[in-house]
């Protein structure tokens, strides 16, 4: 099974993501993650790509596209896998569909959350991640039982480099240039499911659920 997740920055992909793959036992590949990993152990990687996402640009479709390559072959992917942050541009998707038959997934759906982009704003500049598990949390909308603190690890709280206000601009502009065109991309194809975004976590994970039960 392959479940990509789409949506704005700060639609609560990563917040969804962390209870789809414990409920439906899916290995999570975010390039997100896979990216703030390498930068932050300074590998090639990590450093040809911190220029773009400090910007809120997209990291070129080439190193993208063997991150995933790469990561969709690890044995945990064969069982079923959910993309988070990827593909973001008609390339990547481009990519993805002619890989994924030598890889022997296909995919299931493409679920699209989406929010209101004052929300969005929001949402990003009050947002703190664990240092440890990546888990995310936010100061007013869901905030840890001790300040700073990760509830699943115990981790420290950091604030993402790219979540200031005129950052998170930026990747709002470039969601819309970039990505939004995925939306008609995969509802050409039949396989999009749109949740409404903009209600509590628990809700729109009710919502995800149903569609997913019906694969
Ligand atoms: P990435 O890490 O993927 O960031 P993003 O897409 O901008 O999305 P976010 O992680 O910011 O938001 P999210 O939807 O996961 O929201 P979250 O659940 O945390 O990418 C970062 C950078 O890496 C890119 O800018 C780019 O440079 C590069 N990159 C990555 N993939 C790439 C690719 N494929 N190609 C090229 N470049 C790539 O939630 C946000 C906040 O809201 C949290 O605080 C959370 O607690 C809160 N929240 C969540 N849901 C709700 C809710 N329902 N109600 C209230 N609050 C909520
Ligand atoms: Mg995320
Ligand atoms: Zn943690």
Same mark, same amino acid.
Request: hydrophobic share 35%; net charge negative.
């Given at each position: ?59 070129? %479709?080439?190193?993208?596209? =063997?991150? *995933? #390559?790469? &990561? +969709? ?8 896998? @959910? ?77 993402? %480099?790219?979540?200031?206000? =005129?950052? *998170? #601009?930026? &990747? +709002? ?8 065109? @995925? ?33």
């Amino acid at each position: 099974m392959l479940i990509i997740l789409l949506g704005p920055p700060g639609a609560g992909k990563g917040t969804q993501a962390e209870r789809i793959v414990q409920e439906h036992q899916l290995a999570y590949v975010s390039t997100g993650d896979i990216l703030r990993n390498a930068v932050k152990e300074q590998t090639n990687l990590g450093r040809k790509a911190k220029q773009y996402m400090d910007q809120g640009q997209l990291v070129p %479709d080439e190193l993208v596209v =063997e991150i *995933v #390559k790469d &990561r +969709l072959t690890d044995p945990d992917c064969a069982e079923g896998a @959910l993309l988070d942050g990827f593909p973001r541009t008609v390339t990547q998707a481009d990519f993805l569909e002619q890989a994924l038959p030598g890889i022997g997934i296909n995919i299931d759906r493409v679920v699209s959350i989406e929010v209101k982009e004052e929300e969005l704003i929001e949402r990003l500049t009050g947002r703190r991640v664990c240092s440890e598990c990546g888990a995310s949390f936010h100061l007013k909308f869901k905030p840890p039982k001790v300040r700073n603190v990760c509830d699943v690890c115990g981790g420290d709280l950091y604030q993402r %480099d790219d979540d200031t206000f =005129e950052t *998170v #601009k930026e &990747r +709002l502009e470039v969601y819309k240039k970039q990505t939004e065109p @995925l939306i008609a991309y995969y509802e050409k194809k039949g396989i999009l499911s749109p949740v409404d975004g903009n209600q509590d976590i628990d809700a729109v994970f009710n919502q995800i659920n149903k569609i997913l039960e019906k694969i």
